[in-house]
């Protein structure tokens, strides 16, 4: 069975700096994708970044990246010039050939 | 319209009382997933129809909780003889299979169940 583990239930970062969030995932296919999605009080649920497991590139969108590492099953996610919007909760997510499969979510808080 | 629409955006029932939810996926999207947050915490995965398949209803946590969805079209939540664990919000999502859960999964505002 696919699982998404984020080990972090709360992390904080100073308005302009960067922080990481982590994501671990466990699953037996080869092809799959991963995003991470952000969830701001509104509760709005919306897609930051997804990467394709076959490309070895991380992907970026502005001022959002990732680290993929596919033999760690590892899939980070790194906010850089962290602004107050960013504040919200994240969600790592894992899809395949089965449903997607939401981890348990890291809630950011930036402080100015 | 453009987004996924779900319906009411808040509900506040007596326990005992059924309650019946509702989605409208965005059209063309095959995917449609029902999750339930309770506040502060994670999604939780309650139920995942994909076109004609069965769905996957592995995620339903009683018997009180049943979905329909016709088609690829509207799908509704319903619970019976709600209980005030029930409360929490319901967010669906759909998407474009295209064979595999691949693309971007798009969100309702989800509907806020308050059981007294």
């Known amino acids: 069975a696919q699982t998404v583990t984020q080990s972090q239930p709360e992390m904080s970062v100073q308005e302009a700096e960067t922080v990481t969030l982590s994501c671990t995932y466990d699953?037996?296919?080869?092809?799959?994708?991963l995003f991470w999605y952000k969830q701001p009080p509104s509760r709005q649920m919306i897609l930051v970044i997804r990467?394709?497991?076959?490309?070895?590139q991380n992907a970026t969108e502005n001022r959002f990246s990732v680290n993929f590492q596919k033999a760690a099953k590892s899939f980070s996610l790194k906010i850089s010039d962290s602004q107050l919007g960013d504040a919200a909760m994240y969600f790592c997510?894992?899809?395949?050939?089965?449903?997607?499969?939401f981890g348990k979510g890291t809630k950011l808080t930036v402080n100015p | 319209g453009a987004g996924v629409s779900q319906s009411p955006s808040n509900k506040v029932t007596e326990k005992g009382k059924d309650v019946e939810l509702r989605c409208d996926p965005i059209s063309g999207h095959t995917a449609l997933y029902w999750y339930r947050q309770s506040l502060g915490q994670g999604l939780e995965f309650l139920i995942y129809?994909?076109?004609?398949?069965?769905?996957?209803k592995s995620g339903l946590p009683s018997d009180r909780f049943s979905a329909e969805r016709t088609g690829e079209s509207v799908s509704t939540l319903t619970i019976q003889r709600t209980q005030q664990e029930d409360s929490a919000v319901y967010l669906c999502a759909s998407s474009f299979f295209r064979g595999r859960p691949t693309g971007e999964l798009f969100f309702g505002e989800g509907s806020r169940l308050t059981v007294l």
């Open positions: 699953t037996s296919e080869s092809d799959y994708y």
């Open positions: 990467q394709e497991a076959y490309k070895q």
């Open positions: 129809f994909q076109g004609n398949s069965a769905p996957d």
């Open positions: 997510v894992q899809g395949g050939s089965e449903k997607l499969v």
